[in-house]
C-alpha cells in the first residue's frame, strides 16, 4: 500500500509541477494555481501515508525526485516544445540508474 500511495505522491507532484509552467510568464493563466496548489497538497500527503506504511525515508524520496525529474523533463519537451539534449538524457538515465540501485540495494 506504500508504494501506491508514493505512486499518488508523484502524480500529484508531476502535475503540480507541469502547470507551474502556465503560471509564469506573460500569458500566466489563473485556473493553473488552483490546480498547483492541489496537486502539492496531493503529492506531500500521499508522500506522508508512504512514509507511515513503511517506505523509509530516503529510498521514498529519491523515488519520489527521481521520477518527478524525469516525468516532468519528459512532459516539458512534449508539451512545452522545450530542448531535451543527448547531454540531459544521458542525465535522465543516470537519474533512472540512482534510483534503482538505491531501491536495489535497501532491505526488504
Keep these: 500500500?506504500?508504494?501506491?500511495?508514493?505512486?499518488?505522491?508523484?502524480v500529484g507532484e508531476v502535475i503540480a509541477t507541469s502547470f507551474l509552467k502556465l503560471t509564469s510568464g506573460d500569458k500566466?493563466?489563473?485556473?493553473?494555481y488552483p490546480v498547483v496548489i492541489v496537486g502539492y497538497v496531493i503529492?506531500?500527503?500521499?508522500?506522508?501515508?508512504?512514509?507511515?506504511?513503511g517506505?523509509?525515508?530516503?529510498i521514498a524520496y529519491a523515488i519520489w525526485a527521481g521520477i518527478g525529474?524525469?516525468?516532468?523533463?519528459?512532459?516539458?519537451?512534449?508539451?512545452f516544445h522545450e530542448p531535451?539534449?543527448?547531454?540531459?538524457?544521458?542525465?535522465?538515465?543516470?537519474?533512472?540508474?540512482?534510483?534503482?540501485?538505491l531501491e536495489l540495494g535497501g532491505k526488504h
Design 43 to 53: 503529492a506531500f500527503a500521499a508522500l506522508s501515508l508512504a512514509l507511515g506504511k
Design 28 to 32: 500566466a493563466v489563473w485556473w493553473a
Design 69 to 79: 525529474v524525469v516525468l516532468v523533463a519528459l512532459i516539458s519537451w512534449i508539451v
Design 1 to 10: 500500500m506504500g508504494y501506491i500511495y508514493l505512486s499518488i505522491a508523484i
Design 84 to 101: 531535451l539534449s543527448l547531454i540531459q538524457v544521458g542525465g535522465i538515465v543516470l537519474v533512472v540508474a540512482g534510483v534503482t540501485m
Design 55 to 58: 517506505i523509509p525515508l530516503g
